[in-house]
């Protein structure tokens, strides 16, 4: 009776194509902050490679605008653009008491994150299973009154490029999955964008790093492999935004809004432009149209928009929080750089080359040795609910951009594992065909 149950289950899951819910399938998202899309081209790096080879590879992917921290990773969790997710800094800010809080801060001011936007930690738990996440922008807080079940987030001061913690925490990563077993977990390593931004992405030092991050990745799907995972843990490895050289000293005429004829920050009420190449200002009352005509075309290699008249293409001006004008320079600029010294930067046009991370992915929903073309982060999201078989929230991504990265019945094949344990050498063969194969003779006599 049982079997004419689960046969009839098989059947209806694959005419209606969702995923069943017996043995799911879990989900790792791992992020190295500011891996550019071709950080692999100049450096060796086998374990990518490797696992290019036994799963997919992108050629890049393309990150929502504004090309920062916080707010690219929300995207990763939400599939929502910017101005649709509400995380539209790095920075908390407040206009009227014109406090700013830093990134590290940031990440601890509750009303910051949650703003309507829930993160796939919460729609996970909701629907049954179990979430957790070590270090991703995101992690310290609550949505709607709830978090993510296990959580870990960095201490202040926090070294982030030590390679021993970073194999420590990935083993407390899968640890997390085995022991408590959990469905789905986000995981943050720090570089290489620390060292782009300090020495450049073209330094020996960033491609040191890459080497570090690519022993890493060797060293998580080891330990994914130690700790029994391997079967049903898909890892999706990507960035949250890439790294441009910045030049300075003379090579290019720099921008600096003091100098700018007809601009002075007493109009304003508010700015942030102590950002790389982005800026946000607020004019004082009746003072946008002097500041906007003063700014706009005073440099050729300064974006000046009034929110308004934002490229749609950015989704980056339907927000509340976002100012009214908004400024960013060409690759090879920063705005204001007189006191920033770093040699890299990010936060420009996410059209530019030098913004595009990389993305990997490797597991029992994936095709083998496949490259594709590139696609926007906002659909890794209902790619990632798919895999865990659950509904997502209202996200601007879409499956059709990654569809052709999974292998058609997944779901199929997660039910015959549950229904038929002992039998698990057929599966393999299975794997790739169509519920025709329910009626052959290995079918039946595992059902017998
Ligand atoms: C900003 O600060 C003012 C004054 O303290 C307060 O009334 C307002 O609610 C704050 N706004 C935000 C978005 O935190
Ligand atoms: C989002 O934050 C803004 C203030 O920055 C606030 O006015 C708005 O109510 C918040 N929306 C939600 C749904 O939390
Ligand atoms: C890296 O972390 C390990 C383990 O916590 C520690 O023993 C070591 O001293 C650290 N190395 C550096 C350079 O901080
Ligand atoms: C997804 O693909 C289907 C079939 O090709 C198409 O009908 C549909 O419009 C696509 N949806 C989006 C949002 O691209």
């Not at 790095?90 to 936007?117: A, C, H, I, R, S």
């Not at 807080?141 to 978090?147: D, E, K, L, P």
């Not at 789905?184 to 620390?194: H, K, R, T």
Request: aromatic letters at 12%.
């Amino acid at each position: 009776m049982l079997w004419i149950a689960s046969l009839w289950l098989l059947w209806a899951s694959s005419i209606l194509g969702a995923p069943v819910n017996k043995q799911r399938q879990k989900v790792l998202l791992i992020s190295f902050d500011g891996f550019r899309w071709d950080y692999d081209r100049d450096v060796d790096t086998p374990n990518l490679d490797k696992m290019a080879k036994d799963g997919v590879k992108a050629l890049y992917v393309t990150p929502p605008y504004l090309t920062i921290t916080s707010p690219t990773h929300f995207t990763l969790l939400t599939g929502r653009y910017i101005e649709n997710h509400g995380v539209i800094h790095n920075m908390w800010f407040n206009t009227t008491t014109t406090e700013k809080m830093p990134y590290y801060q940031t990440l601890f001011v509750n009303e910051w994150w949650d703003n309507g936007t829930l993160p796939i930690w919460i729609t996970a738990q909701r629907q049954g299973l179990k979430a957790g996440s070590l270090h991703f922008p995101g992690t310290a807080s609550s949505y709607q009154g709830q978090v993510a079940m296990v959580r870990e987030w960095e201490p202040p001061l926090y070294n982030y490029k030590n390679e021993t913690v970073w194999q420590e925490n990935t083993d407390k990563v899968m640890g997390w999955f085995r022991d408590q077993d959990l469905d789905f977990i986000s995981f943050y390593f720090g570089e290489p964008d620390g060292t782009g931004h300090r020495h450049g992405p073209d330094s020996p030092e960033r491609r040191e790093m890459v080497k570090q991050v690519d022993r890493t990745v060797g060293y998580i799907r080891q330990s994914a492999e130690q700790h029994g995972l391997s079967g049903h843990l898909n890892i999706i490895i990507t960035a949250d935004h890439g790294m441009s050289t910045v030049y300075r000293n003379g090579l290019v005429e720099e921008i600096t809004l003091s100098k700018i004829p007809g601009f002075s920050f007493r109009d304003l009420s508010f700015h942030l432009v102590d950002y790389g190449p982005s800026g946000m200002l607020l004019p004082k009352p009746g003072m946008l149209e002097k500041v906007y005509n003063a700014l706009k075309g005073a440099h050729p290699h300064l974006h000046v928009f009034k929110k308004e008249e934002m490229p749609e293409r950015l989704h980056f001006a339907k927000n509340d929080r976002i100012l009214p004008i908004i400024l960013f320079a060409d690759p090879g600029y920063v705005i204001n750089g007189v006191l920033q010294f770093n040699k890299g930067e990010h936060g420009f046009d996410n059209e530019d080359m030098d913004m595009k991370p990389f993305f990997r992915a490797v597991g029992p929903a994936f095709h083998k040795n496949l490259e594709v073309g590139p696609f926007e982060t906002v659909n890794i999201y209902p790619l990632m609910c798919h895999i865990l078989g659950i509904q997502p929230e209202v996200n601007d991504g879409h499956l059709n951009a990654t569809k052709h990265m999974l292998v058609t019945n997944s779901a199929l094949v997660a039910v015959g594992f549950t229904v038929c344990k002992n039998q698990i050498l057929f599966l393999g063969k299975y794997q790739h065909q169509h519920i025709v194969n329910v009626f052959s003779p290995y079918f039946l006599f595992c059902f017998r």
